[in-house]
């Protein structure tokens, strides 16, 4: 029997520890085998693997030093952290779960990605076009790490649509922000990979690191950033022109998105119209990612090549 505490400060309210009506408990106690008892302010966890109770006493953890600094996590960042944390990867500083690691040792395992981080060096606006999981969104996020780590920039800020924002999304509960979190969860999970949590939530509350939906981009300039804008393929003809013309001085922004698979219609894709304007414009570089770029399980580059022979027999070459 395996038995962890951990001890919540009196300044910390224990309502940004345990969640509304104690949520965040009830979801850990599902997740894990593992009893959960909360007493005062202390919580404990009891079970029978030391492993599983060591992971959940450090997300607890994690989640009380975020507290501490006055940063109270939502539920998309709580959710990634249990994932990640899950994995038994855990990064964060001083942890015994795992080993943190830098931005600085993640390398291209592929001539494409070498390619597209070149790029990232060599070029202000950047367009990272290819399938689910050649890198895009990760190395952006890497080299956005890198930047921000060198003092080249002063902020990340990282975006993308929230295509099914419409009419579904005032039926979920919370703030504008609450609601469209779970479309910006693949950022968090690149950058949970990347950086341990306590230090993102700190850079996140000094407005350091800044992930918002894309419509929260609107009239801002914005200076000594990198900026990220990922699933840039349902994003539409306006909202790219406006997305573009936000770039200020000493900024570089990574545009990413897969033409295949689009959310909106193919006429209403602002990625796929760039690539007809901006073509040729110094300081722009395309970047394509292909199948042989795909660094998840072999099998996903049968899966894509797949759809893509499906798609050119069904739609013709030109429209694939």
């Not at 599902?30 to 006493?57: C, H, L, M, Q, Y």
């Not at 592929?110 to 390619?115: K, L, S, V, W």
């Amino acid at each position: 029997m395996a038995l962890k505490t951990v001890e919540i400060p009196e300044n910390i309210d224990i309502v940004a520890v345990l969640g509304q009506y104690d949520n965040r408990i009830r979801f850990l106690r599902k997740r894990f085998p593992v009893s959960i008892e909360v007493s005062d302010n202390r919580i404990t966890v009891i079970g029978n693997d030391d492993a599983v109770v060591s992971t959940v006493e450090n997300i607890i953890s994690q989640v009380v030093a975020a507290a501490r600094k006055g940063y109270f996590m939502d539920w998309a960042e709580f959710e990634a952290l249990v994932e990640f944390c899950s994995e038994g990867e855990t990064k964060a500083e001083g942890s015994s779960n795992g080993k943190t690691v830098l931005v600085g040792k993640i390398r291209p395992k592929t001539p494409g990605q070498a390619e597209y981080i070149e790029a990232m060096k060599n070029y202000d606006v950047i367009f990272a076009i290819g399938p689910a999981g050649t890198g895009k969104t990760y190395l952006a996020v890497a080299m956005a790490l890198e930047y921000l780590k060198s003092g080249i920039v002063q902020r990340i800020v990282l975006t993308r649509p929230a295509v099914e924002a419409g009419e579904k999304l005032g039926f979920l509960p919370g703030d504008l922000v609450e609601k469209v979190d779970p479309y910006l969860r693949p950022i968090y999970d690149a950058i949970f990979d990347m950086m341990p949590a306590e230090k993102f939530y700190n850079y996140r509350q000094k407005g350091i690191i800044e992930i918002a939906p894309l419509a929260f981009m609107r009239g801002r300039t914005l200076n000594n950033c990198f900026i990220i804008l990922d699933e840039a393929q349902n994003a539409t003809h306006q909202q790219m022109k406006m997305f573009l013309t936000r770039i200020g001085f000493n900024s570089k922004a990574v545009i990413t998105g897969d033409v295949t698979q689009l959310d909106i219609d193919r006429s209403q894709s602002g990625l796929i119209e760039c690539e007809k304007i901006l073509k040729g414009i110094k300081g722009i570089k395309f970047v394509y990612l292909t199948d042989m770029d795909v660094v998840r399980h072999p099998v996903v580059k049968d899966i894509i090549r797949a759809y893509e022979e499906y798609e050119r027999k069904k739609y013709g070459k030109n429209n694939t």
